[in-house]
């Protein structure tokens, strides 16, 4: 068995993307691939007991037979954290590498990492603990950050030592991508760190839906409630005339329209374009021709309770920051891997390490 460990040291960095895109591809390659879920972090409940929501999702995706409890075996929920604090905490790791024990047979298991390297460090479930003691080799996702993101890299592969087998690159915008691919992955080569991949960053994967954008800003659906799970990629502020606006919502596809209750010619303009939905901010209403429209072209409207600056604050705080679990979504990641991604390159590096 070769367990991988798929960390990071920034929230949000694209870990189950990578996670499920290289489980997927090693299935495709005739491997026995396992996949587990270590320190869980979003709790669901299935049935009487609770569980890591993303670890549940990754089961059903890649068709595993194992057991939940295999799968994720430790959640830190609220009762757990409360233990942890009284030290009434005791078989986190034990729970974990029994799970992992059952996993021996399969040829590749993928352990999903937590948010940052030291994040479950009191548990002794954090990234740096797990890859010494599961004997696990390290695939680093690093979100790009410009050059800081080259001391990231450099600083995990010494951080790791000999169990560091590499890295990948992700959210890289298009502009950045050649230096990415001729400059920077040549030096990271000569500095001991491979880099397997570059991805580009995606606007669908950083999508949101209406219901999500529904719920992250506390609003109440005053139409369009059969679409509520079509994707939004891009948001504009509908403050200007309404001539200049129709040009913005033209060229813009897959959009929400941020605007407020009196401007109904923005409202109605926006539901001429490819608009997935209209914030309407104040917590306001809009008035009754607008919602006609809306119903006859089934166009969600939200009407949200902050002004238009705290709704575009919350949105930014959220924007690409949201679950992969979604089956289209993964479709997309499993996409970008196949051509980006350096799958034999990798084996490579992990086998050389055996």
């Not at 005739?30 to 320190?39: A, H, I, R, S, T």
């Not at 040549?186 to 500095?191: S, W």
């Not at 407020?260 to 809009?286: F, V, Y």
């Amino acid at each position: 068995m070769i367990p991988i460990l798929i960390a990071s040291n920034t929230p949000y960095a694209g870990r189950t993307f990578v996670s499920l895109g290289l489980a997927m591809k090693l299935k495709e390659m005739d491997y026995d691939v396992g996949y587990m879920k270590p320190l869980g972090t979003v709790p669901v409940k299935s049935g009487p007991a609770v569980y890591d929501a993303d670890a549940l999702f990754a089961r059903e995706v890649l068709g595993l037979a194992d057991p939940i409890e295999t799968v994720s075996p430790f959640v830190l929920d609220f009762e757990q954290q409360a233990k942890l604090l009284t030290g009434e905490l005791k078989d986190a790791h034990k729970r974990v590498f029994a799970a992992f024990r059952t996993l021996k047979k399969k040829d590749f298991v993928i352990i999903g990492g937590a948010g940052d390297l030291f994040e479950g460090a009191l548990t002794g479930l954090d990234a740096l603990s797990l890859a010494e003691e599961l004997k696990a080799f390290v695939l680093f996702v690093e979100p790009w950050r410009g050059d800081a993101s080259l001391d990231a890299l450099y600083g995990a592969a010494k951080l790791f030592g000999g169990r560091f087998a590499g890295s990948v690159l992700n959210k890289v915008p298009d502009a950045a991508m050649s230096r990415v691919k001729q400059e920077i992955k040549p030096y990271l080569q000569k500095k001991g760190v491979p880099l397997f991949g570059a991805f580009p960053k995606d606007r669908f994967l950083e999508s949101v839906t209406v219901r999500q954008l529904s719920e992250i800003l506390n609003g109440k659906v005053l139409s369009g409630e059969s679409r509520l799970d079509e994707s939004v990629e891009n948001f504009l502020i509908g403050a200007m005339d309404v001539d200049s606006a129709l040009t913005y919502f033209r060229r813009t596809p897959n959009k929400a329209v941020i605007t407020g209750a009196h401007r109904s010619d923005i409202q109605l303009a926006a539901m001429e374009t490819s608009t997935k939905c209209i914030i309407i901010t104040g917590g306001l209403q809009t008035n009754e021709v607008v919602l006609g429209k809306a119903r006859a072209t089934n166009t969600p409207i939200l009407s949200v309770p902050d002004d238009t600056f705290s709704t575009i604050d919350k949105i930014e705080l959220r924007v690409g920051k949201t679950s992969i679990r979604e089956q289209s979504k993964v479709a997309r990641a499993k996409q970008i891997l196949d051509a980006e991604f350096d799958m034999f390159g990798f084996l490579k590096s992990v086998k050389a390490k055996i």
